[in-house]
């Protein structure tokens, strides 16, 4: 079964620098999810899109953007990068409906030096 | 405010004896309550979920869960554990405040599970 799909895997960038992150939800998945995980912390969530829409925000820095195209794929914009920002970057798809699962990709692991 | 606690960071066992990782909830409404597993530098892997109906979920490799609404509790089991078990487990439930309805997750349970 086709899973989530994340890339790039792995990002290494300096301070002040840019960068994307993609994401590739399970096909007719209506929502996809963005979360921010530190080392040794669980998964915090940054932001959500429900059919191109945004539909909830959390603790998403003023600096990250996020948006989903009409593919249905999502792009992470990460601007102004600080070390803080180090960490695994998680998207997830699922049916709206509270019974639905939601469905992890492998995540993208950021280290900014 | 929707919320999960695990009061557990790290639960050991023996190979081959029951594992349970425990998991407590605080909703308004009626729970939406899931379980995960964490590989290391790997995705969330979902295990099982109680939605309604019976207070004993079966899910993926064996586990299973049991929500009992009195003690706000939805623990995780495992009759045998294996050494594969070994890896960060999170309980999460639904938040619907806002549209979307995001997970919220539980600090997370590190089973480590010895020969």
């Known amino acids: 079964a086709a899973g989530v799909i994340q890339s790039p895997r792995h990002l290494i960038k300096e301070k002040r620098e840019t960068a994307t992150l993609k994401c590739y939800p399970i096909?007719?998945?209506?929502?996809v999810y963005w979360y921010q995980q530190g080392p040794g912390q669980d998964p915090q969530f940054l932001i959500s899109?429900?059919?191109?829409?945004?539909?909830d925000k959390g603790s998403i820095p003023d600096r990250f953007s996020a948006q989903q195209f009409s593919d249905y794929h999502s792009e992470l914009n990460m601007s102004s990068l600080e070390l803080g920002d180090s960490a695994l970057y998680f998207c997830?798809?699922?049916?709206?409906?509270?019974?639905?699962?939601?469905?992890f990709g492998n995540g993208t692991r950021l280290t900014v030096t | 405010a929707q919320s999960v606690a695990q009061p557990e960071d790290q639960v050991n066992v023996a190979e081959g004896n029951p594992l349970t990782v425990k998991c407590t909830y605080s909703v308004s409404g009626n729970p939406y309550l899931f379980w995960y597993v964490q590989y290391p530098n790997r995705g969330l892997q979902f295990l099982l979920k109680?939605?309604?109906?019976?207070?004993l979920v079966k899910g993926s490799y064996g586990f299973e869960a049991e929500f009992n609404k009195s003690q706000t509790s939805f623990h995780l089991k495992k009759p045998s554990a294996l050494v594969s078990d070994s890896a960060l487990y999170f309980c999460a439930v639904r938040d619907f405040e806002n549209q979307g309805g995001k997970l919220i997750f539980g600090q997370g349970t590190e089973l480590s599970v010895k020969p």
């Open positions: 899109f429900y059919e191109k829409m945004q539909s």
């Open positions: 997830a798809s699922s049916f709206q409906g509270g019974d639905s699962p939601l469905h």
């Open positions: 096909p007719r998945h209506d929502t």
């Open positions: 109680y939605i309604t109906g019976d207070n």
